[in-house]
């Protein structure tokens, strides 16, 4: 379940977007996705790992 939110666009992104716009002759709206699962470090997602494997389950890290 991914969140969506307007991105916010350089002047070059911004130029692409319209060009396209151009191109399909339709209006376009830039999003950008929201994970709402925690960005865990190399070494955070080994630690989760160890504790599923001992654990026996699958774990998931959400952001507060």
Do not use: F, I, S, W
Not at 6 to 17: S, Y
Not at 26 to 31: D, F
Not at 40 to 47: K, N, P, R, W
């Amino acid at each position: 379940m991914n969140a969506l939110h307007p991105a916010e666009l350089d002047d070059t992104a911004l130029a692409k977007v319209r060009a396209l716009e151009e191109q399909l002759g339709c209006p376009l709206v830039a999003y950008t996705p929201e994970t709402p699962y925690a960005p865990l470090t190399d070494d955070q997602v080994a630690e989760l790992q160890r504790a599923e494997a001992e654990l026996g389950v699958q774990l998931v890290a959400y952001r507060r």
